[in-house]
């Protein structure tokens, strides 16, 4: 759990990260705002605007109690598996009230009340500790010095050892094998580029094949350009929607279709990246590049952002079934995320759910690999 | 910010975090970057404001919230010239979390809405018929500058001077696509007039009656006021000179604006409880004239207005209250402001507003010069959409 807490790329470390929530705080933050009782609400309140401030300080100190925690039950003494029993029993139920809102108000998602469980499972494993026989002293045999670890990793002294270990020594290597075995691959997804789509698959359900001609289109891209569906035929393209002044999901989804180009390699030449501007009221070019250049795709050789009139795209939104909200009151343009992938013959293959789920680097990679791959199905099988 | 009340609260809050490690999802993790470089913060409260044209009184407040800035919108209320009656006008098309700046041009208003989360650049919008349509223009690369005044336009001309996030000037012709720079705040620091200055930050830009950029700031040097203005090609001081009594203060601008017919600044001087906020007022930009220091004993300056004629009106902690006419007048303490007081908006004759903001709710309140109580004037419930821009 401490290595867990501490993995960087998972927000812990920051109270606020580039002006919003880091993910200690909008966790605790989207709770309070749930309808409850103004106390608790107060009490994650509290707590979500002192993590927002402090964000390093806090996750210091829960990776230190976690990690001493954790160190008191590997080492098997009762003596400092008690006082560690009490740290994480105390934890627990602050946790239960602050963070997980008493498992029913706005607890996070899959886990409501899993601190109780935890709680009697540290407690269960305190008195299988504190129920085995103290160790007899045995005379410590001293050895040559230079002599004895080599003697200790022998196979019979191995064998020796294995037979003879403790519950506890068996329990502490399973632990450590357990943390190793969940952070492996969380270490995998975080550093590798070509996540599978897995990820992407989970958030969004599979995407749907279709085989049916494109809606066609015709809008002006970034350089001035007009393009149309048929000029884009003999190409795969992926195709999505994106408004120039969001600042959630497009970003996000812009810069998968951006590393989506990347997996591609090679094969991009044949793909066109394209998006449609989801924004009747930002719709001229200086936005369209503007955005370009926010995300690094001015310099894309396949990647087009087109726009038009907000009767032309009103039109590609209602053929493509994209809705599209103008909101009041300085919210960004309502939309959904979608994207589509068509073939070298202008049809419609496949549609996806684009959820960005929680947008962390393995989730944009996940994103990622699930457009190339169907890019490269296309591409090997038109 | 809210702290817990109690040490022994805030260890067991601290401690509690521990847990979430092992407990798998999370509603809306936020853990890596996005595309790079990214926004500045959300906008301060000090973003909130009002200011007077030819279409009316406009203010600006931050409604929503409270507990997640991105819950957190900016509005735009407007009474236009000759109505009591207020009403929402803010431009649609833009997630506005990130606050927003106002500069008359003209007829015209125009507004810069500072990024925030994944936007990097500034959207603009600007009205002709005091804010029932609004049109796209600009935008600018780069990030307005977290304070009211980092957008102004010339007179006549309508070229737009904007202040970014790192302290980088830009001006732009009408239409406002193509934007090059001024200066920087290093640059003017290391001129003979910055380093009288000792000019450690830019806090507002605006524009002399001739056209001349103007650039407000915060000096180190005590006593030293950080107005600037272009000579010739060379930044100049052009700030009042401090009396005596101000002289070992170190003076920031808090405010540079300009009204019909003169410029005006909101400067403070001094630091922790001994801070003072000192009006000023320049027909040229030049020679200005000085309000009598107000003690602020302790209280924080939360927003400040300009209104008709340059009349200063701040709000500060404590539901304290003042306005100052102009040149020669002296600061007059306001009836104890309503909870919730984003800012005031001075009206003609003296008249003031003040703009009660509770979540989604302006609740406006109307005091007559002189007055020893606030009269609730009007209630304006607006639409925010929660969520839209989690």
Redesign the interface.
Known sequence: ?????AWP????WQG?????????T??V?????VPQPRVLS?WA?????????HGF???L???A??AGTGAAFVSGRPRLARPALA?FA???L??W???EDFGFFGG????PN??IP?VLLAAAGYLALAGEPANVAEPAVTAPRGVRWRDGVRPAALRRSAAAASIQSVAAVGSIGLIVLGAAPMAAAQASPVADPILAQAINGSSVPVNHPAPTFSLTDQHGRTVTLASLKGKVILLTFLDD????D???I??EFRLAGQLLAADSRRVELVAINY??????M??IR?FD????LAAVPNWLYLTGTRAQLQQVWHDYGVPVQ?????????HGDYAFVLDQAGHLRRELGFDTG????AT?SSFAAQLADAARQLLAHP | ?????RPA??A?????????????????????????P?????GTPFLATSLVTPAGTWAVAV?GGP?????N???LFIRPAGSKRWK?V?P???????GFVLAPAGASLITG?R???????T?MAATGDGGQA?S?T??L?GALANVPDALAAAPGTRRLIALLAGGTVKLAAPGY?RWKTLTTRRTVAATPQGRQCGLRALTAVGYTPSGASLLGGTCTRPGAVGIFTTTGGTWQAAGPAIPADLARQHIAVLRLTSTANQRVALLRAGTGPAVSLVAAWSADGRRWALSPPLPLHGAATTSASIGPDGTAAVVLTGHRGETISGAGSHWHTLPALPPGTATLAPGPGGAISALVVHRARLTVWQATPGGSAWTKAQTIS?????G???
């Open positions: 759990m401490a290595v867990l807490q790329g998972r927000g812990f606020t990260l580039h002006g919003q929530a880091g993910t200690l909008d966790m933050q989207s709770m309070a705002a107060a309140g509290g707590f979500g605007a002192f993590t927002a401030g300080a806090v996750n100190v829960a990776v109690a976690l740290v105390e934890l627990c602050a946790d009230v602050l963070i996070l998602g899959t886990d899993s601190m935890f002044t969001c600042s959630t497009c970003p996000i812009a810069q924004n009747p009221i930002y719709a001229q200086s936005y503007a250049r926010q995300e690094g103008i909101l009041p009151a300085g919210s960004m343009i309502g929680p947008r962390t680097q944009k | 910010m809210r702290t817990p009340a609260a805030a067991l809050a601290l401690a509690s975090a521990a847990l979430i490690a092992g407990c798998g999802s999370s509603p809306a993790g936020h853990a890596t970057a996005g595309p790079a990214q926004a500045p913060p959300a409604m507990v997640a800035s991105h819950n919108f900016w509005q929402l803010t649609a098309g833009v997630p506005d979390n990130g809405f990024p925030s989360q994944y936007l990097t650049y959207p609004w796209s600009g935008p690369d696509t607006v639409p925010i959409q929660y839209s821009s989690g």
